[in-house]
Nanobody
Framework: VQLQAFGGGLVQAGGSLRLSCAAN????????MGWYRQAPGKQRDLVAT???????DYANSVKGRFTISRDNAKNTMYLQMNGLKLEDTDVYYC???????????????WGPGTLVTVSS
């Protein structure tokens, strides 16, 4: 199972970006998915999560600006980021809790990270 993340880049403050995270490989199902972000030398912070049935949760710092969603048919998750602020500059990592075929437990897979840079 591999996760591929797309959509990072440079944007001006107040602008928008959409990140995508696609899971590829063979597996039985994907449970929770989500996004973390991390600045150099700092801890990785949770941004948003989404369950397999679409229940979402957000960090207080992004509530009302970011929207997480997923397309289960495409095994893909999205993070729509609006009203971006300078402090949103980070490397964004997606994760997925995957149950592999023939197994009953889930394993957490991580994407490689995509850089989001917000400029003034």
């Amino acid at each position: 199972v591999q996760l591929q993340a797309f959509g990072g880049g440079l944007v001006q403050a107040g602008g928008s970006l959409r990140l995508s995270c696609a899971a590829n490989g063979t597996f039985a199902r994907i449970n929770n998915m989500g996004w973390y972000r991390q600045a150099p030398g700092k801890q990785r912070d949770l941004v948003a999560t989404i369950t397999s049935d679409g229940t979402t949760d957000y960090a207080n710092s992004v509530k009302g600006r970011f929207t997480i969603s997923r397309d289960n048919a495409k095994n893909t998750m999205y993070l729509q980021m609006n009203g971006l602020k300078l402090e949103d500059t980070d490397v964004y990592y997606c994760y997925a809790k995957v149950v592999r075929v023939g197994l009953t437990y889930e394993y957490t897979y991580w994407g490689p990270g995509t850089l989001v840079t917000v400029s003034s």
